[in-house]
């Protein structure tokens, strides 16, 4: 019974998750995508099973992706409760911004990481 509940609850995000018209992510508390909807795989141009931990990064282009990695393995490890990047998509060649927010336990242990990725128009 305890693993038909969490079948459901990973059933429940993933239709969540869908339901979003935005390119959304999750990802566990090491920093691995878990959870991709068909609008980020989309953008990306990706299939899901090639998206999944950090498999995202393949998407990312040539000159950001080291860069983009750091950045997030810096919020994971520095004990942040947002992540913030900039980069440049391979597919379109077009520049996107990923925000997420790191949530903590009391312990300073991550629960969850949701986030989204959208245009970044240059200011």
Sequence with gaps: ELGEAI???KKK???I???LNQPFYECDSNGYAICLN???LELFGMER????GYGWLNAVAEGYNLKVK???ESAIRHHAIE???VYRVKKDG???RSRAKILRDSEGEIKYIFGTVTPHEKV
Excluded at 49 to 52: K, S, V
């Design 70 to 72: 750091a950045e997030w």
């Design 13 to 15: 995000k993933q239709v």
């Design 94 to 96: 077009k520049m996107y």
């Design 38 to 40: 068909d609008a980020l």
């Design 7 to 9: 079948d459901l609850e």
């Design 17 to 19: 998750t869908e339901l």
């Design 49 to 52: 099973d090639a998206a999944i």
């Design 83 to 85: 992540f913030d990047s």
